[in-house]
């Protein structure tokens, strides 16, 4: 057991070290944007495992929370706002979305609740479209000031990468403890059963809004730093396309698990550029690497792993 | 003696001469000898997703241009190496996209005519200090401070200022309805419409929208029809355009129906009945298929013959680019500053249907074609130029 529990933390070091180092080999471009990029995506979807992954939630709305937090972080910085205020803002903003969102429409299950948040996505989509005076409408927002703390902020993409690092550590941190809380065992409960959980003196609905609004804050924070290191948004970054593939990313990588979130997003950000050698065909190699994911490892990537492990101790 | 001076001075004036235009002879091999072989070229534009069917007109457009410059032997001997990547229909992937490319350090970069997507790659694209050049269709586009992008493709304000001024002038309409798409091209385009007729002193009856995925017009075309409106004007992708006006045609809704090129694409125009196509008028980029030069009609033929799709004003614009970029580096070099300092002082050169000539903000295209269908053949009524050119 404690040589087990030894490796794993040696593996960890290891891919702490490889991960920090990655700049080192990679010039400040196409490959740090890129990794910048699926760091962000891994931290939304590290939300969205909250409500769907956890707690059995079908949630179509999560781009429209990260949009959320990015416009609101863009408007506020570029009318003067110091951006040490808009993190906590972009929390504000996408807690009182969920709660308005969540409220009345968590009692409601399955495709249901699906619908509702593909309809949140919609509505959210066409605000910031038609509300041109405010949120630059389908043209979006540029030259938004970058993250700066009492005047220090990163410059540059490696800057950003450690900066988005170190986010994502801290995400990966918090979604470990609420997984191993009494909130996230009523999630996994609720999950399972809705009706046995209950019978448990789980409050299911206390529970599917909690994973929602926390699922909400991560991407809020997401789109924060997504507007203040990409400088430039507009809607369809945040499309009801970038909630579903924020979906495939969490199944690809495996639902329920905080590795599967990281995976799946980065598999998912990565895999369309490797594959653009390809020219127009990337997109059908890109979907049926998703079909043999989902066929082969319904668990997702992550289980992989596992998989042939019992596989391999089955054979024995 | 002094013959001999003169001989021996007009010796010397005889070889300063030879050496200076010797020179000058070297000094212009030079700067076209002094690009790298091959000339690395870069286009970032959408190839797949729902903008796909605009996007491949940018590519079909420059790498037309490019095989027919190499096949004649490149540009002072040194072929043109285009590199396209897929921007796809989202910003980040147009970032992505631009990444790869300005990675390849290229000496200019062709961008589509999406705007949200220019809008995305100008700073990186400023940054790395290449010549940037696009068909974004958004106003907005030349008016970011950058020093190295241009624009070879009419913009929204050229359209929404000419398509009422001619409906109300010309038309003698003047309580038109809007309908646009309500997406960068055509919401920017509906406020500048709607700029333009209250200075005409018209007021529209009805401004509408749908969303670019949008089936279904009846209800916006009905408040149009409900609310008295005289003429329509239309502003959309070739693909919704064609769904709205075999719509009011199901609703026998007949209005002088004004929008942009969309209206007289081939694509609209193959997907529409003689009745419903004619009497459309259309103001836009100039369209090969309504010249009455052969070769034109030939070039648009061969481009059509290769890539199963007919050539469009975009098409048009990004094939002169290439040349005139072929021509400019004839003169200049492989030199990016001179490439863009040549690119702001361009003045008449003629592409394949206009002349272009740069203004202060990088815009170098002023001149519109005024289309009108004859059944589903879009004949020229004449050009339109911005006014100032």
Redesign the interface.
């Known amino acids: 057991m404690k040589t087990s529990r030894l490796k794993t933390r040696i593996a960890l070091a290891l891919f702490a070290i490889a991960v920090l180092t990655i700049p080192l080999a990679a010039r400040d471009g196409y490959i740090i944007q890129l990794l910048n990029i699926a760091m962000l995506n891994a931290i939304v979807v590290l939300g969205l495992n909250f409500a769907t992954g956890w707690t059995g939630q079908i949630n179509f709305g999560q781009a429209a929370f990260y949009g959320l937090g990015a416009y609101t972080t863009a408007i506020a910085t570029k009318a003067g706002l110091p951006w040490i205020s808009t993190p906590f803002l972009a929390v504000a903003v996408v807690v009182a979305a969920s709660l308005v969102l969540g409220l009345p429409t968590l009692r409601l299950r399955t495709y249901y609740l699906a619908m509702t948040t593909i309809g949140f996505g919609e509505i959210v989509r066409l605000i910031i479209v038609h509300w041109e005076p405010v949120t630059g409408g389908t043209s979006g927002l540029r030259a938004i000031p970058g993250i700066s703390l009492f005047g220090f902020g990163p410059q540059g993409q490696i800057q950003h990468y450690y900066v988005l690092i170190a986010v994502l550590a801290v995400a990966v941190l918090v979604a470990v403890r609420i997984r191993h809380s009494a909130l996230g065992r009523a999630m996994i409960a609720t999950k399972d059963s809705e009706i046995a959980a209950e019978q448990s003196g789980v409050d299911t609905t206390r529970t599917k809004l909690l994973a929602f609004i926390i699922g909400a804050i991560y991407a809020g924070l997401a789109g924060c730093l997504y507007a203040s290191s990409i400088r430039f948004i507009s809607p369809d970054s945040f499309s009801g396309i970038q909630a579903v593939l924020l979906m495939t990313m969490l199944i690809v990588g495996g639902m329920g698990s905080i590795a599967g979130c990281i995976i799946g997003a980065a598999a998912l950000t990565l895999l369309p550029e490797a594959l653009r050698f390809l020219g127009q065909w990337y997109l059908v190699l890109y979907g049926l690497g998703v079909i043999v994911v989902i066929v082969l490892a319904p668990g997702g990537l992550a289980s992989i792993a596992s998989t042939i492990r019992l596989r391999l101790a089955g054979a024995r | 003696m002094q013959m001999l001076q003169n001989s021996f001075k007009s010796a010397i004036v005889g070889a300063a001469v030879i050496c200076l235009s010797a020179g000058v002879a070297r000094e212009s091999k030079a700067d076209a000898a002094s690009c790298a072989s091959p000339i690395p070229l870069g286009l970032t534009t959408a190839?797949?997703g729902n903008l796909a069917l605009l996007g491949t007109q940018a590519r079909n457009g420059v790498e037309f241009a490019v095989d027919e410059i190499n096949a004649n032997g490149g540009i002072a001997g040194k072929k043109l190496a285009l590199t396209t990547?897929?921007t796809g229909?989202?910003?980040?992937?147009a970032?992505?996209a631009m990444?790869?490319i300005?990675?390849g350090k290229p000496l200019i970069i062709f961008g589509s005519m999406i705007?949200?997507h220019i809008?995305?790659q100008?700073?990186g694209v400023t940054k790395s200090e290449t010549p940037f050049l696009v068909g974004a269709t958004?106003a907005?586009v030349t008016a970011?401070g950058s020093k190295w992008l241009f624009r070879t493709h009419v913009h929204d304000g050229q359209l929404a200022d000419l398509i009422p001024e001619y409906l109300v002038k010309s038309l003698g309409k003047t309580k038109p309805g809007i309908m646009a798409v309500?997406?960068?091209?055509g919401?920017?385009a509906s406020?500048g419409i709607q700029a333009a007729l209250a200075k005409l002193n018209a007021t529209p009856a009805a401004v509408t929208s749908y969303a670019p995925s949008d089936k279904d017009m009846s209800a916006q075309l009905l408040e149009i029809k409900d609310k008295g409106a005289d003429s329509l004007i239309l502003f959309g992708r070739p693909a919704d355009v064609t769904l709205v006006i075999k719509q009011m045609n199901d609703l026998g809704i007949k209005l002088t129906t004004i929008g942009n090129a969309s209206m007289v694409a081939q694509t609209t125009l193959n997907n529409l009945s003689a009745a419903e196509a004619d009497g459309g008028y259309a103001i836009g980029g100039m369209i090969p298929q309504t010249s009455t030069d052969t070769k034109i009609l030939d070039w648009a033929k061969r481009v059509q013959e290769k890539y199963k799709v007919p050539a469009d004003n975009f098409t048009v614009s990004y094939y002169d680019t290439v040349y005139m970029l072929k021509s400019i580096i004839e003169k200049v070099g492989c030199d990016k500053p001179a490439i863009r300092d040549a690119l702001a002082a361009t003045k008449d050169w003629k592409g394949m249907l206009i002349y272009y000539q740069a203004d202060a903000r990088g815009d170098l295209a002023h001149t519109l074609g005024i289309y009108r269908n004859k059944g589903k053949t879009p004949e020229l009524a004449g050009p339109i130029k911005e006014s100032g050119f």
Do not use: C, H, I, M
């Open positions: 190839l797949t990547e897929d229909a989202s910003s980040t992937d970032l992505n990444n790869r300005l990675e705007s949200p809008f995305a100008t700073v958004n907005k970011q309500a997406d960068d091209y919401l920017g406020k």
